[in-house]
């Protein structure tokens, strides 16, 4: 899953470990560890794939509801 590849990218720009990381926003090293390895967001991904919104939506940090464009997904964004 991109976002815990992108979330270990993050973590080691800042030479942080993963239990340093998991305490900085107050959740166990294990859940962390889930999250970073894939395992702790597929439900968010499946609901937002489900109901056609984005995920920033479903978490309340938009209104836009739209996703976006499958041509715009996945591209790295400088």
């Not at 990381?21 to 967001?41: F, K, P």
């Not at 940090?61 to 400088?78: A, F, W």
């Amino acid at each position: 899953m991109e976002i815990g590849k992108r979330l270990k990218a993050l973590r080691k720009e800042l030479k942080a470990s993963q239990e340093k990381a998991a305490r900085a926003i107050d959740i166990t090293a294990r859940n962390y560890y889930r999250v970073e390895s894939g395992e702790g967001l597929p439900v968010l991904c499946a609901l937002a794939d489900r109901f056609q919104v984005n995920a920033d939506y479903l978490l309340g940090r938009t209104g836009v509801r739209e996703m976006l464009p499958s041509s715009v997904q996945g591209e790295d964004v400088p």
